[in-house]
């Protein structure tokens, strides 16, 4: 069975700055795809970034980036320049590639805090 | 841009009766998704549905739970016999496709509270 581990409950940055959020998972797949989502207080989940594993090339969209390492079975998110608007807590989750399992399985989550 | 939603935003009940939480997904999406998210703990998979059947489920999705389409436009997640342990924040969301790469879009959640 898939498992996504976020090692990091907290996090913490000062604005501006850049933050890494840490992801590793577990699966006997070689395609599937992966996922950041941000839950603001607002609680509606919204998609940050995703990263096909078939794809070397590492996703970005604006600030936001990921460095996904297959062979590690890891896929952290930078976030460069943060903004207080990026307060929220932050899920890793994994997708298999179509196939039997339609399900996200998530990992615990980040609380990242952006200070003034 | 469309938005998943979800009715009531927190909902208290007592232990024993039944709760229905009602979500409305996107309007051309045609995979309906529940999540749970107990708190402190994971979100976790409950079931989707396509095609007005359930596609798949996990093991916390059992007898207790049911899911149903009763119109063109609700999705609602019925708990039969609700127990302390349901009460956890519970998602809903849509995609256009059950593509792995298809992004699933959530709702806001709804706060269910067995007393």
């Known amino acids: 069975a898939q498992t996504v581990t976020q090692s990091q409950p907290e996090m913490s940055v000062q604005e501006a700055e850049t933050v890494t959020l840490s992801c590793t998972y577990d699966?006997?797949?070689?395609?599937?795809?992966l996922f950041w989502y941000k839950q603001p207080p607002s609680r509606q989940m919204i998609l940050v970034i995703r990263?096909?594993?078939?794809?070397?090339q590492n996703a970005t969209e604006n600030r936001f980036s990921v460095n996904f390492q297959k062979a590690a079975k890891s896929f952290s998110l930078k976030i460069s320049d943060s903004q207080l608007g990026d307060a929220a807590m932050y899920f890793c989750?994994?997708?298999?590639?179509?196939?039997?399992?339609?399900?996200?399985?998530f990992g615990k989550g980040t609380k990242l805090s952006v200070k003034p | 841009e469309p938005e998943v939603t979800q009715t009531p935003s927190h909902q208290v009940t007592q232990m024993g009766q039944e709760v229905i939480l009602r979500c409305v997904p996107i309007?051309?999406?045609?995979?309906f998704y529940w999540y749970r998210q107990i708190l402190g703990q994971k979100v976790e998979f409950l079931v989707s549905?396509?095609?007005?059947?359930?596609?798949?489920k996990s093991e916390i999705f059992d007898d207790q739970f049911s899911v149903e389409r009763p119109d063109g436009s609700n999705f609602t997640l019925k708990i039969r016999s609700t127990k302390l342990e349901d009460s956890a924040m519970y998602f809903c969301?849509?995609?256009?496709?059950?593509?792995?790469?298809?992004?699933?879009?959530f709702g806001n959640g709804t706060r269910l509270t067995v007393t």
């Open positions: 969301a849509s995609s256009d496709s059950r593509a792995g790469g298809s992004p699933l879009h």
């Open positions: 699966t006997s797949e070689s395609d599937y795809y």
């Open positions: 990263q096909e594993a078939y794809k070397q």
């Open positions: 989750a994994f997708r298999n590639y179509g196939g039997s399992q339609g399900n996200l399985i």
């Open positions: 309007s051309n999406h045609l995979y």
């Open positions: 549905f396509y095609n007005n059947e359930i596609s798949e």
